[in-house]
């Protein structure tokens, strides 16, 4: 078999078009993911009645449901119901104004809601409960413990997993390509359709996705070095940390009496 080094290169520019489109696909879910997953961890760890365990049964359900079945879903859910829902709030819309992307954006944010809670809730787990008994002692406020104290542990443990999750959020992008969303894979194989060059366009979809996630990781990697002090076993930076953390609040705390 003879590769096309030419069509090859044609399918990484066509795919590159799409580049603006599946950075979107991207960047909405993760944010949404890290958003609302963080309070759902919270709303967990803290068992708020309720709330607390009906996401204790919803996460591991949903996550037992593949992407592809979960997209397929809400896209039929779409095309049946949009219409009648546009209708019904007396919209002169239909389902031809409305881009299927957004299908897209649930499904993918839905799939980041519960990977990056279970991930929040194990990285505020680590943190031994004795640092915020600590940080009451020095007058310290509940938000103020978990803004310097837990918060920058809780970053620099979740790092290396969030970094999995975003990987598997690139690869899943290519998924939306099912019900007509298009982005990298698409885009790369719009050259292939024309010369019948399919494995050079899944070549050059597999190397543009392959440049993006190692992208990724050097991001997180810089993160993950900027938040390393906080890491168990470096106890030196976090006394270091935790002291200026005390005489901050100390000093808050003279200058309200004084004031008072």
């Known amino acids: 078999m003879n590769i096309d080094a030419q069509a090859i290169y044609e399918s990484f520019v066509s795919g590159l078009t799409y580049l603006p489109k599946t950075l979107i696909l991207i960047l909405v879910p993760f944010t949404i993911g890290l ?46 119901k949009t219409n009648d829902i546009l209708k019904f709030f007396g919209s002169s819309k239909t389902i031809a104004d409305i881009d299927s992307i957004y299908v897209a954006l649930f499904a993918l944010s839905l799939m980041m809601i519960c990977s990056i809670s279970e991930v929040m809730r194990g990285a505020l787990l680590s943190v031994n409960k004795g640092q915020y008994e600590a940080s009451y002692s020095v007058g310290m406020t509940k938000p103020q413990t978990f803004r310097r104290i837990v918060l920058p542990q809780v970053v620099s443990i979740a790092i290396p997993a969030l970094i999995n999750t975003t990987v598997g ?60 002090i906080f ?30």
């Open 35 to 80: 958003l609302l997953g963080t309070l759902i961890a919270l709303t967990r760890i803290n068992k708020v009645p309720i709330l607390s365990q009906f996401f204790a049964v919803f996460i591991p359900v949903y996550q037992g449901i593949p992407i592809v079945v979960a997209l397929m879903i809400y896209n039929l859910i779409y095309l049946m």
């Open 231 to 260: 890491r168990t076993g470096k106890t030196e930076n976090k006394e270091k940390w935790s002291l200026k953390c005390w005489r901050s609040n100390t000093s808050k705390r003279v200058l309200d009496e004084m004031k008072s």
């Open 169 to 228: 959020l690139i690869k899943s992008t290519s998924v939306v390509y099912a019900i007509g969303v298009a982005e990298i894979l698409s885009g790369s194989l719009v050259p292939s359709s024309r010369k019948y060059t399919f494995f050079e366009g899944y070549l050059a979809a597999a190397l543009i996705y392959w440049l993006l996630t190692i992208l990724i990781e050097l991001l997180f990697s810089y993160l993950e070095k900027r938040t390393g």
